[in-house]
């Protein structure tokens, strides 16, 4: 099984809609979670740290349910240039191992 | 120039070429890495070093041999490879060992013919 899963999709958006997607570990003892951006054929980079209160930042907002074992995206008002595919990341060991889900293709369309 | 930087940013090489990967960092990081990025597949992390000093060999094929000379530079070492290893490599640094914010570079597009 492995460690971070995401549905892969692609989610296709009207532009302006909103957009949520999930990513759920297998491991509890995974402490810090991210989510990271990579437009195509280019390489990832971070978007933004997930805290269990949540974590707002302009029109995206993440969460963590460590109950449950997943964390969330959510997209208010896309625009064309959100169309990426965003990548879940968890980290456990304190030197810094990530862990990467093999992403969530979003397309916002006009 | 700015950033992380890897050369050649796309290679074919038969499967008994010699070839190396480079990957140079213009950030003052402690911390270097190697991923390799395969379609519809996550991040695999393959190498880890941190002052130079490797701290991670995940299994990785004794095919792939990587090289940290100094704290700017990573190599890979590339020999005897196979098609399955076509792929994207992807170098990232972050500031040091535990830092959850890692720099990737734009990676080197890999075909083994």
């Known amino acids: 099984r492995k460690e971070v899963e995401q549905d892969p999709g692609p989610f296709n958006v009207p532009e302006g809609a909103t957009v949520a997607f999930n990513c759920t570990y297998s491991n509890s003892a995974s402490q810090s979670f991210f989510w990271y951006r990579q437009d195509c054929r280019k390489e990832p980079k971070l978007l933004m740290s997930?805290?269990?209160s949540g974590n707002e930042d302009g029109r995206f907002t993440a969460q963590l349910n460590r109950a449950s074992q997943y964390i969330s995206l959510l997209i208010r008002d896309s625009k064309l240039s959100d169309s990426a595919t965003y990548l879940c990341v968890g980290k456990t060991d304190s030197w810094g191992k990530l862990q990467f889900g093999a992403g969530t293709q979003v397309v916002v369309t006009p | 120039e700015t950033g992380v930087t890897q050369t050649p940013r796309h290679l074919v090489m038969g499967m008994t070429n010699k070839k190396s990967l480079k990957c140079e960092q213009h950030?003052?990081?402690?911390?270097m890495y190697w991923y390799k990025q395969s379609a519809k597949k996550p991040l695999e992390l393959m190498f880890v070093y941190s002052l130079e000093e490797r701290v991670e060999n995940n299994s990785v094929p004794s095919r792939f041999s990587p090289e940290c000379p100094n704290s700017s530079h990573l190599f890979l070492h590339l020999h005897t490879l196979q098609p399955e290893d076509s792929a994207l490599y992807l170098c990232?640094?972050?500031?040091?060992?535990?830092?959850?914010?890692?720099?990737f570079g734009p990676g080197t597009r890999l075909t083994v013919t």
């Open positions: 997930v805290y269990s």
């Open positions: 990232a640094s972050s500031q040091d060992l535990g830092s959850y914010e890692q720099y």
């Open positions: 950030l003052g990081h402690n911390a």
